[in-house]
């Protein structure tokens, strides 16, 4: 059994997390993969972010009809700051006989070293799933030194190139622009319905 762990804040969830997931589903022979809700972001302190009752009614709606797709509450029923560490070795207690897959996008991967315990991350999972995206330069020098092995874990995920982000959807409901098929028809009517994002133009910092 192999399962991918696809964290992020989802406000709001939109096609380009899908279809991402779906190619890694694909790609990296997954059985299951979570998409694991984060509560309190440890980077985005300070930054306004949508209730976490509503993003899980988001996310939910956006999961529905893909069995493989499953929603974790791994970081929602603990108290935060919630680092990918802490996650990923929950999860593992949890399926002790699993292989873990971390899916993470280019720039993440550029980054990792300035994450919090980055070499405990790497070392607790079976697999590195990164999301590759054009003109991504990977310093594999620089990760090594800081992060020894990381090159065997990581496997790139080939995904179209859509220029979709949870912000600019917030910005075109907040400007009532047209914002429909950027979101499964699930999360839209939700939307809708509950008047969401009317006034989230203080929201555009925020891209996951």
């Known amino acids: 059994m192999r399962i ?3 964290g992020g804040t989802f406000d709001p969830p939109h096609l380009g997390h899908l279809i991402l997931a779906s190619e890694a589903l694909c790609q990296l022979n997954l059985n299951r ?3 694991v809700l984060t509560s309190k972001p440890p980077h985005k302190k300070g930054q306004p972010i949508t209730p976490i009752e509503i993003r899980e009614k988001l996310v939910k709606a956006a999961l529905t009809g893909n069995p493989a797709f499953e929603f974790s509450r791994v970081d929602i029923d603990r108290p935060g700051p919630h680092y990918a560490v802490d996650t990923v070795n929950i999860i ?3 399926s002790p006989s699993c292989e873990l897959v971390y899916l993470i996008g280019g720039d993440s991967l550029r980054n990792l070293p300035k994450w919090h315990k980055p070499r405990e991350l790497v070392q607790a999972i079976d697999t590195l799933g990164v999301m590759r995206r054009p003109g991504i ?3 594999w020098s ?3 030194t800081h992060i020894p092995g990381i090159s065997h874990k990581v496997n790139f995920v080939d995904a179209p190139l859509l220029e979709i982000s949870s912000s600019e959807i917030r910005k075109r409901v907040a400007e009532e622009s047209a914002f429909r098929y950027y979101i ?3 999360v839209y009517k939700l939307i809708i319905e ?6 989230s133009l203080s929201h555009t910092q925020i891209d996951d």
């Open 4 to 6: 991918g762990v696809f």
């Open 33 to 35: 993969l979570f998409f």
């Open 92 to 94: 593992r207690q949890e």
């Open 137 to 139: 330069n990977i310093d």
């Open 142 to 144: 620089y990760l090594e």
């Open 184 to 186: 499964p028809v699930e």
């Open 194 to 199: 509950a008047g969401l994002y009317k006034n």
